[in-house]
Structures are given as structure tokens and as C-alpha cells.
């Protein structure tokens, strides 16, 4: 049974940092990434990671967040600085299963800017 833990959320200045983890576990991985979701809105890709450490960014996070992953722990992070309240939001994990395809979605954590 696939698992996702994240962890990491929380409230902080403009100008600050975070860093969400997301540990994963009943499966082998394919690509992993992070969306987020802020009230009134759909949920949007953040950023996305492949096995062999390709990523991909939204433009609205490109310069100031890193997304990574430990393939040996299953691990997703996503390093957050230069934070704006309008990173405000609740952030999901994703992962793809490697053969089946089949996505899962973490809880979601929060994450709060304020100015």
C-alpha cells in the first residue's frame, strides 16, 4: 500500500524559507512533484522531478525554489526561499508508480506567507 508522509509546512515571514519533505513508501517511484493549491483556486504543478533528476518548474517559482529527491529513501523535497504571501497555499505531494501509472496525492501541508 502506497504511503506519502509530508512534512515541513508552516507559517513564515516574506523573505523567508521553508523546506517540505515528502516520504513515500509501498511502491517504486516514477516521476514525483509538488502542486499546491490556494483557496478560491485550482490546483497548479509547483514543481516535477523524473528518476534520472530532470526537473521542471513553474514560472511563477523559477530562481527561488529546488525541487529533489532521494531515490535510496524515496524521499521528495521541495526547498523554498524567498518566500511571497503569494506562495501561500496548501502543497501536495504526487507520485506516478513506475509500471501501473497509478498516481497518489499526499495529505498536504501548509504552507503560510505573511507580508
Known amino acids: 500500500q502506497v504511503q506519502l508522509v509530508e512534512s515541513g509546512g508552516g507559517l513564515v515571514q516574506a523573505g523567508g524559507s521553508l523546506r517540505l519533505s515528502c516520504a513515500a513508501s509501498?511502491?517504486?517511484?516514477?516521476?514525483m512533484g509538488w502542486y499546491r493549491q490556494a483557496p478560491g483556486k485550482q490546483r497548479e504543478l509547483v514543481a516535477a522531478?523524473?528518476?534520472?533528476?530532470?526537473?521542471n518548474y513553474a514560472d511563477s517559482v523559477k530562481g527561488r525554489f529546488t525541487i529533489s529527491r532521494d531515490n535510496a529513501k524515496s524521499t521528495l523535497y521541495l526547498q523554498m526561499s524567498s518566500l511571497k504571501p503569494e506562495d501561500t497555499a496548501v502543497y501536495y505531494c504526487?507520485?506516478?508508480?513506475?509500471?501501473?501509472?497509478?498516481?497518489?496525492w499526499g495529505q498536504g501541508t501548509q504552507v503560510t506567507v505573511s507580508s
Open positions: 509501498g511502491g517504486i517511484f516514477n516521476a
Open positions: 522531478i523524473t528518476t534520472g533528476g530532470s526537473t
Open positions: 504526487r507520485v506516478d508508480l513506475l509500471w501501473s501509472g497509478v498516481i497518489y
